[in-house]
């Protein structure tokens, strides 16, 4: 009896587990550039580079982008065609966010010494036209306490011809 109740309880907690995955799957969604375009977004001698797909606005550091201590990106929009659910913005480290106007957020990232530069620092959750929704600026926070704009890169036109 025993050994019963302990599979029902573990099936149930196995069953409970798999239902919150698939009603959440962007809990699990992390975004990786390929070697590809790491090596574009070098060449191009970018600091900053980002592509909509899937629903989401993936934002990744250049590997030769210094770490700065906190990054502002806006990400601009056109209301009518273009939903965003900035309550499930993810990524790495801290993220704040505002909304300035009806068609623009500004994500305020934290990075932390041990950034995945590989992977995307933020991923902001949409719905609508790909070509509706762009990051339009980004600035660096550097830990001496300068400031910076990063030149920025869509790797839309690359991931479009990589599939």
């Not at 806006?74 to 965003?84: P, Q």
Request: net charge negative; hydrophobic share 40%; glycine share 4%.
């Amino acid at each position: 009896m025993k050994k019963n109740s302990m599979t029902l309880l573990g099936a149930a907690i196995l069953a409970s587990w798999i239902f919150y995955v698939v009603n959440n799957p962007g809990s699990f969604t992390a975004s990786i550039l390929s070697l590809q375009e790491k090596t574009f977004i070098t060449q191009q001698w970018r600091d900053i580079a980002y592509k909509t797909d899937n629903g989401y606005v993936d934002i990744f550091m250049a590997e030769t982008l210094e770490t700065p201590a906190s990054i502002d990106f806006t990400v601009s929009f056109d209301k009518d065609t273009v939903i965003i659910d900035p309550n499930s913005l993810s990524g790495q480290w801290t993220r704040t966010r505002s909304n300035p106007d009806e068609n623009s957020i500004i994500i305020q990232s934290i990075p932390g010494e041990t950034v995945d530069k590989s992977q995307s620092i933020v991923l902001l959750p949409f719905t609508g036209d790909i070509t509706d929704i762009l990051l339009s600026e980004s600035v660096a926070k550097m830990n001496n306490g300068d400031e910076k704009n990063l030149s920025i890169w869509s790797l839309n036109e690359l991931t479009s011809h990589s599939k």
